[in-house]
Every structure is written in structure tokens, then in C-alpha cells.
């Protein structure tokens, strides 16, 4: 059985003990079972990079647009987000949303911001990747009047609960990253154990946030492993349930990303 690291940040791991080859950490975490990759972009300036990806790796999906907290001198048309995400090699609109945590101050751009991704992502019909942090009922509340019929994923979760199962009402599915393991994360082992498995999905968001046993290193794809694991033990299920249901979810919404490698193909 094979997992899928929905979330990862590929253009920008730390590839010093690959000997910058990106090639060895994608065959690291093919080592441990892990078997595509979404590459998700921050700036439009990305996309380009992370098509190439796509192109070179069979295994490798790509996003295109704009963190809420990036690149804030230039607000993407909604235009421009079509432009890169009708493309057959992005799978996905985002990683997008709001973050009232560091940036409060910039509650309204973000918004208009959230609004113009939410927008392209109908007109191209593929899902959303969404950023949420302290921002609870506007992150909903658009996504009730602007969020496309294609759904999406709240990922890196780290809100509590309620919202996670107001989330999955609207479609949408819930993505876990390391932050689960760590010692203070109540919260999202909560919403971890009960977030139907149906709408679960796991990732790394590297090279960010290491679960433990890895916490002080950069993260990696091949950690993605090491969260699916702890998850399943915190729900009482099998590793091999956990990968294969949050695998099928992988697939079931992210439409145009097709499998191009099975549990055979990696031998684990």
C-alpha cells in the first residue's frame, strides 16, 4: 500500500543532502512507500518551475496560486489565475485563503484575494487548495458563496473541530500535516481521530513543519510516512487502511491527476 504527500512544497526542500537532486529525495520517499507528490506553488512566479516538475516526474502534480501572506505587491486577476491553472499539468488552484494570524492588517486584501482564486478555480473547474489560520467564519463564509463546484482541501489544519466538520459539510476535505505529532497539538489530534476517513487526506507541507521523529530537521516528502502512521494509531486502524483511503481520496479530488505508480511498481 502506497501513500500520497498532497502537499509539499517541492522548489523549495533543502536538497543539500541529495546532492541537489531532487530525483534522490522523490526515490526517498518512494523507499517508504510514498508515491506522487502535489507540488503546490506560493507565487505565480513558481508555476513555471513546478510544471517542469510535473513534466520530468511522472509522480509529481502541480498547483498554481498565490499565498494569502506572499507576494502581496502584486494581486493576481483572476485572468491571470486561469491563464496558469487551465494548463493540464496543475491540477489545482492555490494554495490559497486567509491568514488573519500574521497579517490581521491585511484582512480585506486577502479576502479580495480568496475571492479572485475561488473564482478561477469555477471557471477552470478544479478544486482549491486552502490556507486557514484565525480565520474561522470568513474562510467558511466564502467558501459557501464563492467555492467551486470542484470543492477542495483545508490543508495543514490546524483549527479546531467545529470548523473542520462545517468544512466537510461544504465538500471539502481535511488535510493533516506533521503538526499532528507534536507535543501541544490537542486540537488537531482531535480533528485528526474524528474527520471521517473519507474526507482525510495527509501531508507534509515541506520543507516545513517535520513530525516528530524529525523535528529540528528540514522537512521532506518521505516524512509524509511518518504522519500517516501516527494517525492511524490515534484512530486504532491500520497503516494500510489509513494509506489506501486517504490515497483513493487523493485521487477521487484532484481529477486531473492520474496515477502513474503503484504498491508493485515500489516494492514496500
Same mark, same amino acid.
Do not use: W
Given at each position: 500500500?502506497?501513500?500520497?504527500?498532497?502537499?509539499?512544497?517541492?522548489?523549495?526542500?533543502? =536538497?543539500?543532502? &541529495?546532492?541537489? +537532486?531532487?530525483?534522490?529525495?522523490?526515490?526517498?520517499?518512494?523507499?517508504?512507500?510514498?508515491?506522487?507528490?502535489?507540488?503546490?506553488s506560493v507565487t505565480l512566479d513558481d508555476v513555471a518551475e513546478l510544471k517542469d516538475m510535473a513534466r520530468q516526474y511522472p509522480t509529481v502534480f502541480a498547483s498554481a496560486g498565490v499565498h494569502p501572506l506572499q507576494d502581496l505587491a502584486h494581486e493576481p486577476t483572476v485572468e491571470e489565475l486561469v491563464k496558469e491553472a487551465e494548463d493540464e499539468l496543475i491540477v489545482a488552484v492555490g494554495e490559497t485563503g486567509l491568514d488573519y494570524h500574521y497579517a490581521p492588517?491585511?484582512?480585506?486584501l486577502q479576502r479580495e484575494r480568496f475571492k479572485r482564486h475561488l473564482i478561477a478555480a469555477q471557471k477552470v473547474d478544479k478544486p482549491v487548495i486552502i490556507h486557514t489560520r484565525e480565520a474561522?467564519?470568513?474562510?467558511?463564509?466564502? =467558501?459557501?458563496? &464563492?467555492?467551486? +463546484?470542484?470543492?477542495g482541501v483545508l490543508h495543514c489544519f490546524t483549527e479546531d473541530l467545529d470548523m473542520a466538520r462545517r468544512g466537510v459539510a461544504?465538500?471539502?476535505?481535511?488535510?493533516?500535516?506533521?503538526?499532528?505529532?507534536f507535543r501541544n497539538a490537542d486540537q488537531v489530534r482531535e480533528v485528526?481521530?474524528?474527520?471521517?476517513?473519507?474526507?482525510?487526506?495527509?501531508?507534509?507541507?515541506?520543507?516545513?513543519?517535520?513530525?516528530?521523529p524529525h523535528r529540528g530537521k528540514k522537512c521532506e516528502p518521505q516524512y509524509v510516512r511518518d504522519v500517516a502512521e501516527f494517525i492511524a494509531e490515534q484512530r486504532g486502524i491500520s497503516y494500510e487502511e489509513l494509506a489506501m483511503q486517504t490515497t483513493a481520496n487523493f485521487f477521487r479530488l484532484f481529477k486531473?491527476?492520474?496515477?502513474?505508480?503503484?504498491?508493485?511498481?515500489?516494492?514496500?
Open positions: 500500500m502506497y501513500l500520497i504527500d498532497s502537499h509539499c512544497h517541492l522548489d523549495r526542500l533543502d =536538497l543539500t543532502a &541529495y546532492q541537489g +537532486d531532487l530525483s534522490l529525495a522523490l526515490n526517498a520517499a518512494h523507499d517508504r512507500g510514498v508515491s506522487h507528490f502535489l507540488a503546490v492588517e491585511s484582512k480585506a474561522k467564519e470568513d474562510t467558511l463564509e466564502m =467558501l459557501e458563496q &464563492y467555492g467551486p +463546484d470542484a470543492k461544504l465538500g471539502y476535505y481535511i488535510s493533516i500535516s506533521g503538526i499532528v505529532t485528526a481521530k474524528a474527520v471521517p476517513l473519507d474526507a482525510l487526506l495527509v501531508e507534509t507541507d515541506s520543507p516545513y513543519l517535520a513530525p516528530m486531473g491527476a492520474k496515477p502513474k505508480i503503484t504498491a508493485d511498481d515500489l516494492d514496500v
